[in-house]
Every structure is written in C-alpha cells, then in structure tokens.
C-alpha cells in the first residue's frame, strides 16, 4: 500500500468519505506505518514471487529462444522458496539484514543452476550491507540495489555487454550510486533505476551473448532479449512498488 499522507492530508480526507471509511482508511495506514522494516522486506518477496509467476511463461518464452526454457520455472521455484521460508519466521523479531540472508539460503537450496549461486551471493551482499544500516530509508535501499549487484558480479564474474543480468543490473546500480551521492528520494531513486534497467534490458536484443548456454548460439542469440535481464526488471519493478513506501 502506498499512501504517503501527511496527518493534515488525513483530516482533509475525512471531509471527502464517510466517517465509518475515513476511520477504517486511518486505522489501516496507522498499521502500516507501524509495519517493520523486516516484514516490509517480507511484502516485498511476497510481490517479486506474485510476479514472477505472472511472468513466468513469458520468461521461460525468452529462455526457450536461447537458451533451456527453463528460466520462468526456475525463478518461480527460487522466489516461492524464500516465501516459505520466511513463513516461519516472527518477522517482527527479525532484522532486515537477517530477512536477505534468509533469502540467500532458501534460494539456492530450491535452484542448483547456475541462478541460484548468482541471487543467493546477491541476497547475501545485500545482507551485509543492510547490517551497516538496518534501514530501508532511501540509503539503506541505494545499498541494497549496490550490493546485489556487485554480488551477482563477484559470483559470475561478467560485465555489462555479455547478455546476462547484468545488464540491467549494473545501469541499476549506477542510479542507485548517483541517488546516494546527490540526496534523492526514495521515489526519484527507484523510477530512474527501473527507467535504467529497462533499457538496459532491451539493449541485450542486439548483443551476442559471451556467456551461459546462449553463448554457444553465437550470432543466433541476436535479436533476443536476455531472459536473466528481463526477470532482473522483475525483481527491480516490485522491489520498487515495495519500498517506495519506506520513505
């Protein structure tokens, strides 16, 4: 949920709805305000797997062009994971750096491919850099974006222009950079790293992939999109539609 009032907004709102609905509508965004920053990261999971298996044929439609067609499947698998594990946690009692490392685990015990080590080492990253912060204000979200991307980078050991997830993640992670360093809100911050990714995704239509298995097509993998870029944006989409509402 996304509200974003201010308490004058709120009273001015009670003049436009009824009574009964104003109260409940203050009663909803007084608990969420109150929502920790562990279980917001638990929503924010819960939306990435909710999309992925909105996405997952489509990605899976991506992989078939060069690669195993299994790429949907797989994330779907990896994401549902992390839920159940989280499940079983008192998210109330949780840290957030403690909720990424719980991902990290769950991940890779659902995906053995070559996925699995990449997202687990990136939840991983991004669990120790959330233990500098332990918040999920617009720096501690630029420090989240960074260390995935550098984990996902350490573990693979590729660059941009391979045709992999990197490709969206890196433009990624220059904005989230730039946003630290300039003082952006978490809102300007998430919408350029989205805008970023997205054209860095596409770009990967025109490359030749240099790693994986779509490597082996050579000039046959042009014209496709990265199924690891396209899933990167995913990711990105929902962690922004998540925590946006931090700020």
Same mark, same amino acid.
């Given at each position: &949920?996304?509200?974003?009032?201010?308490?004058? @907004?709120?009273?001015c709102l009670s003049?436009?709805?009824?009574? !009964?609905?104003?109260?409940?509508?203050?009663?909803?965004?007084?608990?969420?305000? %109150?929502?920790?920053?562990? !279980?917001?990261?638990?929503?924010?999971? @819960?939306?990435?797997?909710?999309? $992925?298996?909105?996405?997952?044929?489509?990605?899976?439609?991506?992989?078939?062009?060069?690669?195993?067609?299994?790429? =949907?499947?797989? #994330? /779907?698998?990896?994401?549902?994971?992390?839920?159940? +594990?989280?499940?079983?946690?008192?998210?109330?009692?949780?840290?957030?750096?403690? /909720?990424?490392?719980?991902?990290?685990?769950?991940?890779?015990?659902?995906?053995?491919?070559?996925? *699995?080590?990449?997202?687990?080492?990136?939840?991983?990253?991004?669990?120790?850099?959330?233990?500098?912060?332990?918040?999920?204000? $617009?720096?501690?979200?630029?420090?989240? /974006?960074?260390? #995935?991307?550098? *984990?996902? %980078?350490? !573990?693979?050991?590729? %660059?941009?222009?391979?045709?992999? #997830?990197?490709?969206?993640?890196?433009?990624? $992670?220059? /904005?989230?950079?730039?946003? !630290?360093?300039? *003082?952006?809100?978490?809102?300007? #911050?998430?919408? =350029?790293?989205?805008?970023?990714?997205?054209?860095?995704?596409?770009?990967?239509?025109? $490359?030749?992939?240099?790693?994986?298995r779509a490597a082996?097509? =050579?000039?046959?993998?042009? =014209?496709?999109?990265?199924?690891? +870029?396209?899933?990167?944006?995913?990711?990105?989409? +929902? &962690?922004?539609?998540?925590?946006?509402?931090? %700020?």
């Open positions: &949920m996304r509200y974003g009032f201010s308490s004058g @907004q709120l009273i003049s436009l709805m009824p009574l !009964r609905r104003f109260h409940e509508f203050q009663i909803i965004w007084e608990v969420k305000m %109150q929502e920790t920053a562990a !279980r917001h990261l638990g929503r924010m999971f @819960q939306l990435i797997a909710f999309s $992925m298996k909105q996405e997952k044929e489509r990605l899976s439609d991506l992989d078939g062009a060069i690669g195993d067609a299994d790429h =949907g499947i797989t #994330m /779907v698998l990896g994401f549902s994971a992390v839920n159940n +594990a989280l499940a079983k946690v008192d998210l109330e009692q949780t840290l957030p750096s403690e /909720v990424f490392a719980i991902a990290a685990s769950a991940f890779l015990d659902a995906v053995g491919a070559s996925t *699995g080590p990449l997202y687990a080492t990136a939840f991983r990253y991004a669990s120790k850099a959330l233990k500098a912060h332990e918040s999920l204000d $617009m720096q501690g979200q630029a420090a989240v /974006v960074e260390a #995935m991307t550098r *984990g996902i %980078q350490d !573990r693979g050991k590729g %660059q941009r222009g391979d045709k992999t #997830m990197l490709d969206a993640w890196i433009p990624a $992670m220059e /904005v989230a950079i730039d946003a !630290r360093a300039h *003082g952006l809100s978490s809102l300007e #911050m998430w919408n =350029g790293i989205v805008e970023a990714a997205e054209k860095g995704s596409d770009s990967t239509r025109s $490359m030749v992939a240099t790693r994986g082996r097509l =050579g000039e046959r993998s042009l =014209g496709h999109v990265d199924p690891g +870029a396209a899933s990167a944006i995913i990711i990105l989409r +929902a &962690m922004r539609d998540s925590l946006i509402e931090e %700020q």
